[in-house]
T-cell receptor, first 113, second 113 residues
Framework: DAGVTQSPTHLIKTRGQHVTLRCSPI?????VSWYQQVLGQGPQFIFQ???????GRGNFPDRFSARQFPNYSSELNVNALLLGDSALYLCASSPGHIQETQYFGPGTRLLVL | GQQLNQSPQSMFIQEGEDVSMNCTSSSIFNTWLWYKQDPGEGPVLLIA?????ELTSNGRLTAQFGITRKDSFLNISASIPSDVGIYFCAGGGSGGSNYKLTFGKGTLLTVNP
């Protein structure tokens, strides 16, 4: 069975630009969560979506937004990119939205110049 | 954002040795998870713990959910070179935030063959 997939694998942008990252969860999983991991740190929670609705949001500015589609795939959008947005963006899927074990994808490495 | 207190930060051991690492928090968690992350990859789930006092094994790995629900440890027995990587603890279901995982900063494990 396919695990969580993310695209693209790597991305280079310049300050002020916009970026869209994509995630497909494990088949049968209805919840997708997004995390940001900067070098040397553990992942930080950004959003969780379940059944196309936002169920939780971390301490990130409004420049970060996301959505979930009817097939449970998800997009993370970041506007007005800053140098500090350079990080590994991880998507995780789980069957439901409460205390479920989360399975991570390989991540998208974003570099903002 | 909040991160769990994970120790040690790094370990350098000889092949065949046993390893122990732990994670503590000021908050109670309902779920403790342990992940391993290789460079440029997403975290891979090793062990999931759902009940205070629970002791669970996965091959050479053993993890326990602390009785106070504020800590967890991971032991690796008879280490091998492929155990090299960064190990993260993660807590879930704290303070009504059932939708997110809170991570430690990671333990970098190096195994000398």
């Amino acid at each position: 069975d396919a695990g969580v997939t993310q695209s693209p694998t790597h991305l280079i942008k310049t300050r002020g630009q916009h970026v869209t990252l994509r995630c497909s969860p494990i088949s049968g999983h209805k919840s997708v969560s997004w995390y940001q991991q900067v070098l040397g740190q553990g992942p930080q929670f950004i959003f969780q979506y379940y059944e196309k609705e936002e169920r939780g949001r971390g301490n990130f500015p409004d420049r970060f937004s996301a959505r979930q589609f009817p097939n449970y795939s998800s997009e993370l959008n970041v506007n007005a990119l800053l140098l500090g947005d350079s990080a590994l963006y991880l998507c995780a899927s789980s069957p439901g939205h409460i205390q479920e074990t989360q399975y991570f994808g390989p991540g998208t490495r974003l570099l903002v110049l | 954002g909040q991160q769990l207190n994970q120790s040690p930060q790094s370990m350098f051991i000889q092949e065949g040795e046993d390893v122990s690492m732990n994670c503590t928090s000021s908050s109670i968690f309902n779920t403790w998870l342990w992940y391993k992350q290789d460079p440029g990859e997403g975290p891979v789930l090793l062990i999931a713990l759902y009940k205070a006092g629970e002791l669970t094994s996965n091959g050479r790995l053993t993890a326990q959910f602390g009785i106070t629900r504020k800590d967890s440890f991971l032991n690796i027995s008879a280490s091998i070179p492929s155990d090299v990587g960064i190990y993260f603890c993660a807590g879930g279901g704290s303070g009504g935030s059932n939708y997110k995982l809170t991570f430690g900063k990671g333990t970098l494990l190096t195994v000398n063959p």
